[in-house]
């Protein structure tokens, strides 16, 4: 059996490699590095896919989610609504611009943040709710957005951990997720569901005007060279990563399809283990997996990590620590309502192997492990 590794990077290149090294060495060859024609293909097929009026590629998502915060002209007191279980990008770019964030509880099932806890953290200060797509699962977009226009509130959706992920709407009708709010954000990360060879991001909106500013954003502030409207940054998406981006999108919908094979393998075989709890699906949207995390009950995370990390499974937590606890956010980030589900989970999750490469062998060594684990230990 092959090593099992968290992400396997290296076999997924290998069912592409003769793709990818040509698609690189156009690149080479035309040493058009920045801007190449590739980025603004890339830019072109993603927005297709996504059925979305303009894709804007960036250096990452997390200047993704900056930028997005930059195009609504907000003031230092403006606050934004975001949830305390996510990873820093999502908050941290609030806090450097100066801007307050106030974190919200998620739910106890689908770790995104809760509706309720949205709308009871409100106030005439609230500008933006950041919903995050955690894992792969969507946050109540359809709610949200109403929410938004109720209250005048713009959304931008951290779309880094579920592109390619389908939400389903109440009539029936479905949207990508990203395309939803008024910006979508992600990242190609190279782990992340579509992953380049470094970093990457890119924002969407159907919007002309966000489009114009993000757009002049990402490149100082300009729209003609040498001439700035506006204070930017300099945040670009490089030739050879649309390259590879190009040749890895034709592959996400059948990436989608691989992790969501593995994740409900792992769930078949694992529900009624004692002592865990699968990930639960919610009912309007398509779980994307980006992250298969357990809920392991009793205390016995740490124990259990351990126990497969010495059998070789590499087992991750995401996330260890909150956001309100982060030393960072100690004097800046508000919070409105109790985080005890956020406290919760930061204490029983762990995110099992996931990836586009997973064997049904490996897959077995890992639950096999894990329901030794649980009939060896009380
Ligand atoms: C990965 C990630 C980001 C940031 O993406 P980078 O490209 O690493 O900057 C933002 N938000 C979430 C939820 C992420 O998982």
Redesign the pocket.
């Known amino acids: 059996m092959k090593k099992i590794q968290m992400v396997d990077l290296q076999t997924q290149y290998a069912t592409i490699k003769g793709e990818i090294d040509s698609a690189i060495s156009e690149v080479l060859e035309s040493a058009h590095f920045i801007n190449g024609e590739q980025v603004q293909a890339f830019a072109d097929n993603l927005a297709e896919y996504l059925n979305v009026k303009h894709v804007i590629p960036c250096a ?3 200047d993704a ?1 900056q930028i997005a915060l930059m195009a609504l002209n907000l003031k230092p007191s403006d606050e934004i609504i975001c949830p305390d279980f ?2 820093i ?2 908050a941290e770019v609030i806090g450097l611009l100066k801007l307050h964030p106030v974190l919200v509880d998620v739910d106890a099932n689908s770790f995104v943040a809760t509706l309720k806890n949205i709308e009871s953290a409100i106030t005439v200060k609230t500008k933006v709710i950041i919903p ?1 797509h955690l894992f792969g699962q969507a946050a109540e977009m359809e709610a949200i957005t109403d929410l938004a226009k109720k209250y005048n509130l713009y959304v931008i959706e ?1 779309t ?2 579920a592109l390619g992920s389908d939400y389903i709407f109440a009539d029936g009708h479905r949207k990508k997720l990203g395309t939803i709010g008024d910006i979508g954000c992600t ?1 190609f ?1 190279p782990s ?1 569901n579509l992953g380049c060879y470094g ?1 990457g ?1 890119a924002l969407f909106t159907d919007d002309d005007s966000l489009y114009e500013r993000i757009k002049m954003i990402t490149n100082h502030g300009s729209k003609q060279k040498y001439y700035h409207q506006i204070i930017g940054c300099n945040s670009r998406l490089d030739s050879l990563q649309a390259a590879v981006l190009n040749v890895k999108l034709k592959y996400l919908d059948s990436y989608i399809e691989s992790r969501r094979k593995a994740a409900h393998y792992y769930t078949s075989r694992l529900k009624d283990t004692e002592g865990l709890v699968v990930p639960a699906e919610n009912e309007y949207s398509v779980h994307t997996y980006h992250q298969y995390t357990l809920k392991i009950l009793n205390g016995k995370r740490d124990a259990l990590k351990e126990f497969l990390n010495k059998k070789d499974i590499p087992a991750m937590i995401y996330y260890p620590v909150p956001l309100h606890k982060q030393e960072a956010f100690k004097t800046t980030a508000r919070t409105h309502s109790s985080l005890e589900i956020s406290e919760q989970l930061s204490e029983q999750v762990l995110s099992l192997p996931m990836h586009t490469e997973l064997s049904q062998e490996q897959q077995d060594y890992i639950i096999e492990a894990i329901k030794t684990f649980f009939d060896t230990t009380d």
Do not use: C, I, Y
Request: proline share 0%; charged share 20%; aromatic share 12%.
């Open positions: 990452n998502g997390t989610l996510t990873f990008s999502s995050v951290d880094a951990q990242s990360f992340k970093d991001g």
